[in-house]
């Protein structure tokens, strides 16, 4: 039993209907900058009457800010003002290349350069309080990268199964040899080898997590709001990860802040022999695994997902 409000998946879809889509739109503000190379950015935020504090969220790949709909309700129950926005490329913002469902980016520095766009104009004048970042997968790279080069913005960080590696589904050296390949032959930033178009897998196939309900609601969402739609990587976006999970590495023992890393003992997306490694190194860093949990344990079945923000709600407010 949490000591937290929390929603359960028990009346999940009741209180999906009936309470947070309601909040989502009376309470919650939304809004569009333009971030560098002149892309729109996307974002939301709650302002909280009492608020302990401010929680900025950063997602994860194929993301939008309209899948954490429930994260953000409950981060507000617990008396917490919350923004979050969509990084480019994906959810709500601008894309960049002429199939909007390739993933791309051109450096992970223009992921960092729109957050600390969005910080700026939008989070710091807003809230009173030094606020605290939450970040999922690919945003805790993103994230990483932000208090490494930031470290006076954030008071604490919390990081659910952050992109330190990729999980490559081939040996290491022969997915660099493919990536090398593919960049060699393919100059029209197309997808990676196998990669496609926005594909919802069904429930029983997915590799995300054990919620059925949970996944569903993200799968109604985006069939609702099929902009938000994206589909596999390019090889440049992949080239630009790799950068950045290196730097991640070779930066780990001079991280500034406190941070919570929480891993998903079962997860089939990122790489947890890697995050291991990087989070070891990592300064002022706590390693919290929630065994059995897939790669979403933000939108995982509650047995995961309730230990899971506990612990980071526990560390934010400690």
Not at 15 to 39: C, E, H, L, M, R
């Amino acid at each position: 039993m949490s000591q937290y409000v929390l929603c359960s998946e028990t009346d999940l879809e009741s209180v999906y209907a009936n309470v947070i889509q309601p909040f989502w739109q009376n309470s919650v503000k939304s809004g569009i900058f333009t971030g560098i190379d002149k892309v729109d950015i996307a974002y939301a935020f709650v302002l909280h009457p009492n608020a302990l504090g401010t929680i900025v969220i950063s997602t994860g790949r194929i993301e939008s800010l309209i899948k954490y709909k429930e994260v953000v309700y409950d981060l507000y129950q617990n008396g917490y003002s919350v923004f979050i926005h969509d990084h480019r490329g994906q959810g709500l913002s601008g894309r960049m290349l002429g199939n909007p469902q390739i993933g791309y980016v051109a450096s992970f520095n223009d992921y960092v350069a729109d957050f600390k766009q969005f910080m700026d104009e939008v989070v710091l004048k807003k809230s009173h309080h030094k606020p605290n970042l939450l970040c999922h997968s690919m945003g805790g790279a993103i994230g990483a990268l932000m208090v490494w080069r930031y470290p006076e913005l954030f008071g604490k960080v919390a990081f659910s199964a952050p992109m330190f590696g990729i999980r490559p589904p081939l040996p290491t050296w022969f997915a660099k040899f493919l990536l090398r390949l593919h960049l060699t032959v393919n100059t029209n930033d197309g997808y990676f080898f196998s990669q496609k178009n926005y594909d919802p897998v069904p429930f029983c196939s997915n590799e995300l997590t054990h919620s059925e309900i949970r996944y569903q609601i993200f799968r109604q969402e985006y069939q609702n709001a099929p902009q938000v739609q994206l589909g596999g990587v390019s090889g440049h976006w992949l080239k630009a990860a790799t950068i950045a999970m290196e730097e991640i590495e070779h930066n780990a023992p001079s991280f500034p802040i406190a941070a919570l890393v929480i891993q998903a003992g079962a997860d089939q997306i990122v790489d947890n022999k890697r995050q291991s490694r990087v989070v070891a190194k990592m300064a002022r860093t706590r390693l919290l695994v929630i065994d059995g949990s897939h790669h979403e344990l933000l939108a995982e079945q509650d047995k995961y997902r309730v230990p899971c923000l506990s612990a980071i709600l526990d560390f934010l407010k400690g």
